[in-house]
């Protein structure tokens, strides 16, 4: 299907467990985005990339680790997960032109808790 | 720095009633502005965007926007609003040479019969 996509839809975890989501388009775009969303903060920029190999933080990128070896693929990772990333994560894409002027795309999301 | 205010986190409208979703940021120059909606357990969906020109903007499912450059605002609008647009809805600010936008808090929208 055509879009952007995320797996897994819902995931629990243990504190001190390494977890990877992903992201998923298929349009080609060049930047990609992963966002968190809590009660009171919205949505909060963790990391972002312009293109395949090219990544950079975002606001809230502690404990987390992101990589893009292909331009349609765009996993996050929780190398040791903590109760503070309980949360819901957001992969966006949109594409190259027109810097920020231009609409971003979002996946369904996946809520994520840490026990 | 960016910032992003939307100051009524939660509004309850009667089904028909007009709505108004408040927004101001904080840059200097002319930004690029975006409401998103996002429907429970669902993605962010576009609803309209300003990026130059007219002020007042039109998007899909019957909503509109205003940019108030003196006021720093791009409240959202809609005459009469529909049960169906019980949801979450953010505006967010992007800027000449940035990469990501920047988004405000989030206004939870109830609609009453």
């Known amino acids: 299907d055509a879009g952007i996509t995320q797996s897994p839809r819902y995931k629990i975890t243990e504190t001190g467990r390494q977890v990877t989501l992903m992201c998923h388009q298929t349009?080609?775009?060049?930047?990609m985005f992963w966002y968190r969303q809590d009660l009171g903060h919205g949505l909060r920029l963790i990391y972002y990339s312009a293109a395949a190999d090219i990544t950079d933080k975002g606001e809230v990128p502690d404990g987390y680790v992101v990589s893009r070896s292909k331009t349609e693929n765009f996993p996050l990772t929780l190398e040791s997960a903590t109760r503070s990333q309980t949360s819901v994560y957001f992969c966006?894409?949109?594409?190259?032109?027109?810097?920020?002027?231009?609409?971003?795309?979002f996946g369904p999301g996946t809520r994520l808790t840490v026990l | 720095a960016q910032s992003v205010t939307q100051p009524d986190i939660h509004i309850t409208v009667s089904e028909g009633a007009s709505l108004e979703l408040r927004c101001n940021y904080s840059y200097g120059a002319t930004p690029y502005l975006f409401w998103y909606v996002q429907s429970p357990g669902q993605g962010l969906q576009l609803l309209l965007k300003?990026?130059?020109?007219?002020?007042l903007v039109q998007g899909i499912k019957g909503f509109e926007a205003e940019f108030k450059r003196s006021q720093s605002s791009f409240n959202l609008r809609k005459p009469s609003v529909h049960w169906s647009d019980a949801a979450e809805y953010f505006c967010?600010?992007?800027?000449?040479?940035?990469?990501?936008?920047?988004f405000g808090t989030g206004t939870r929208l109830t609609i009453i019969p």
């Open positions: 966006a894409s949109r594409p190259g032109t027109s810097g920020s002027a231009n609409e971003q795309f």
């Open positions: 300003y990026f130059s020109g007219d002020t």
């Open positions: 967010a600010v992007g800027e000449t040479g940035a990469n990501n936008l920047f």
């Open positions: 349009w080609s775009h060049s930047y």
